[in-house]
């Protein structure tokens, strides 16, 4: 009996109408919002993409990041349907829905806070940040934040000062906000322990902000765009100790760790250490515009009314997709899921970095995980052009594969956790052939 494939290839890649809509896009759409891969998605399903030309490619690309139960989950169609049916929208401290309640409840319910906990909601991940930074700012009456190197936050004013690369995000972008402060973030592969991150932000609360003028601390618990690289638990206790005494907040970002990824729902959940305040989006919505504060009653409570807010915020039918998300992870057991796929991807990767020397590490923790790519793993100088290379092999073989890292020398997986044992197969088939094709 014949095996049906998920990838299915029936012209080159990109195929003709691909490249008609690539060229009508140059003519009309701004040059600075380019194509990482110019393959024009027609429909998606689960983990699996078919573009305009009847290709059909495994996404580990997974909308970076947005699409934990994957692509147009009949659950979240339907919810969507319905709400959208009834209204699209009113703004929620004008004319107020249930539903936003209710998920107020629902994701509270979850959060990992041990007290009374409440939730504010936005449209992006960016947004979210910003928020957070308001309510500690309101509740601490501090100014300045401390961030870290090759931290990610976002693309708007504040949260682009948080976030740490250079080339394509901040450059020529600037100035950029004031009383932002950045310290190096723990990297063992590079040689950053956690003891030399901690110290160097001791060193900077006496060398370049006074930790009683320091409103919150954010960060991300693996970091998402600068390379998944996964704080160690010792860094995330010293966090906790330094900012406890100085009443300074600890922000966790969520944005791409959150919904299961990590193989907890929240990925702080694996360090034992309880935040005052996270920030989540992406997969939240299963890729309808919609974020999150959610923290600590207290600190959630502390701003005055209309301080914080937005004509867009909480839009009901997001809202809608968001419950129906939080139903799809407790009916098919995505968490445990996004531990079994890690388990085999990781695996894998082990696997590849001992055939290939120019794998110099492989990290992550559940279904959040990475290569990252070197020139030679005893000066471990970055090969953007591998991860690169590889991606572009990997699309001509049906996968979708995303860059990632300071130096986008890394190669990620952020597949939809729904992704069936046959099609994650054949998509880290596709990967190793294309590992083949650019290290062989």
């Known amino acids: 009996m014949a095996v049906t494939r998920a990838i299915e290839l029936r012209t080159e890649i990109p195929g003709p109408r691909s490249r008609e ?18 393959i024009m998605i ?34 979240v169609v339907t919810a969507v349907q319905e709400q959208a049916a009834r209204f699209f929208h009113t703004d929620f401290t004008i004319v107020p829905y249930e539903i936003y309640v209710e998920y107020a ?7 990992p806070f ?5 939730a504010a909601f936005f449209n992006a991940g960016t947004e979210a940040v910003e928020n957070a930074v308001k309510f500690a700012r309101g509740y601490t009456r501090r100014p300045a934040v401390i961030g870290f190197e090759g931290a990610f936050h976002g693309r708007t004013f504040l949260s682009l000062t948080l976030t ?18 950045r310290v190096p973030f723990p990297d063992e592969y590079r040689g950053i ?46 966090l906790r100790a330094i900012c406890d005494p100085e009443g300074i907040l600890l922000v966790v970002d969520e944005v791409q760790t959150g919904f299961g990824r990590t193989g907890r729902m929240f990925a702080i959940e694996h360090y034992g250490v309880e935040p005052d305040l996270i920030t989540v989006a992406k997969s939240m919505a299963a890729g309808l515009p919609l974020s999150g504060v959610v923290g600590k009653a207290e600190i959630m409570d502390s701003l005055w009314d209309n301080a914080v807010g937005g004509t867009y915020v909480g839009n009901p039918v997001a809202l809608a997709a968001a419950v129906a998300v939080l139903d799809v992870f407790e009916e098919e057991g995505l968490v445990e899921r996004a531990r079994q796929i890690g388990e085999v991807v990781r695996s894998r990767m ?14 992550g923790v559940g279904a959040m995980l990475a290569v990252e790519y070197v020139e030679d793993r005893v000066t471990k100088e970055p090969a953007p052009g591998i991860a690169s290379r590889v991606a572009e092999e990997a ?43 650019v290290l062989a």
């Open 42 to 75: 027609a429909h998606g399903n689960g983990a699996i993409v078919t573009d305009v030309d009847g290709n059909s490619f495994v996404d580990f690309t997974g909308g970076v990041g947005c699409l934990n139960v994957g692509h147009a989950h009949p659950r």
């Open 193 to 238: 322990t956690a003891r030399d991150a901690l110290d160097a932000l001791e060193r900077a609360l006496s060398t370049q902000v006074a930790a009683e003028t320091v409103a919150a601390i954010v960060v991300e618990a693996v970091q998402g765009e600068g390379g998944f690289i996964v704080a160690p638990p010792e860094f995330m206790d010293g």
């Open 164 to 181: 740490s690369k250079t080339h394509p995000y901040k450059a020529g972008l600037g100035p950029f906000a004031p009383e932002v402060y």
């Open 114 to 118: 041990s007290g009374p906990t409440k």
């Open 350 to 363: 082990l696997a590849w970095q001992e055939r290939f020397a120019a794998i110099g590490d492989v990290r």
């Open 105 to 111: 409840e629902r994701l509270t319910a979850i959060a």
């Open 21 to 38: 809509i690539t060229e009508r896009k140059e003519r009309v759409v701004a040059d600075p919002l380019g194509l990482y891969l110019p």
């Open 395 to 437: 699309a001509l073989r049906g996968l979708l594969l995303l860059k990632a890292g300071v130096h986008s020398n890394c190669n990620r997986v952020l597949c939809p956790l729904v992704i069936t044992d046959a099609e994650l197969e054949e998509g880290l088939a596709a990967w190793e052939e294309a590992l083949e094709a």
